[in-house]
């Protein structure tokens, strides 16, 4: 099992919708939660970190978090071609020096 | 306020030469860490430098080394490179020794091994 599981997509939805992203992480001590968005051949961007549980929201961003379940998402609302990358979900244990990435789900927003 | 910087942003080396990744960590900043992302992948910790001492290390061979100076600028040094060697190397600073509040990435470093 991995550390930190994404779907790898590619997930598609029209412009204007909303595009949810799921992780599902394995160590029930990580604390801290992270959205990074890629685009192709960039280096990964925070957009959104959360740290308890239930909804965080950043503007058209909003990260959910529930730790029972081991599972963080992160919603895009009013999807915008913009958007389409590549989003990994990072955790961090506690006492740990790194973030434990997923792979990544691709997403598309199409016009 | 500067961000992290990396360089050079692409290199072409052959498999079994040596090369070396080099990063300026953000002002301020006294911790600097390097991932490896390979292509379709997450990015992956290879390990961490906070003032001068190497402060945490992944699942990477000896050949992977680096080094922290007293500006806290870093550098990656891979020897005896392998194909799979091929991929981003990213390099982030944070001010403390930990990582609580996430990294901001720098552009990166894409090796290309062949």
């Known amino acids: 099992q991995k550390e930190v599981e994404q779907n790898s997509g590619p997930l598609s939805v029209p412009e204007g919708a909303i595009a949810s992203l799921n992780c599902t992480y394995s160590?029930?001590?990580?604390?801290?939660f992270f959205w990074y968005r890629q685009y192709s051949g960039k280096s990964p961007e925070l957009i959104m970190s959360?740290?308890?549980?239930g909804d965080k929201e950043d503007g058209r961003f909003t990260a959910q978090l529930n730790k029972a379940s081991q599972y963080v998402s992160l919603l895009i609302r009013d999807s915008q071609p913009s958007d389409s990358a590549t989003y990994l979900c990072?955790?961090?244990?506690?006492?740990?020096?790194?973030?434990?990435f997923g792979s990544g789900t691709q997403l598309t927003v199409l016009p | 306020e500067t961000g992290v910087t990396q360089s050079p942003t692409h290199l072409i080396k052959t498999r079994g030469q040596q090369v070396t990744l080099r990063c300026s960590s953000q002002?301020?900043?006294?911790?600097v860490s390097w991932y490896q992302q390979a292509l379709g992948q997450g990015p992956q910790f290879i390990f961490q430098?906070?003032?001068?001492?190497?402060?945490g290390r992944g699942n990477f061979p000896p050949r992977f080394s680096g080094l922290q100076f007293p500006n806290y600028s870093s550098e990656l040094n891979v020897n005896a490179l392998e194909l799979d060697d091929s991929a981003l190397y990213l390099c982030?600073?944070?001010?403390?020794?930990?990582?609580?509040?996430?990294?901001?990435f720098g552009s990166g470093t894409r090796l290309t091994v062949v």
């Open positions: 982030a600073s944070s001010s403390t020794g930990a990582s609580d509040y996430g990294y901001t």
């Open positions: 160590d029930r001590g990580s604390q801290s």
């Open positions: 959360i740290y308890s549980n």
């Open positions: 990072a955790v961090k244990r506690g006492s740990a020096r790194q973030l434990t």
């Open positions: 002002s301020g900043h006294n911790t």
């Open positions: 430098y906070y003032r001068e001492e190497e402060n």
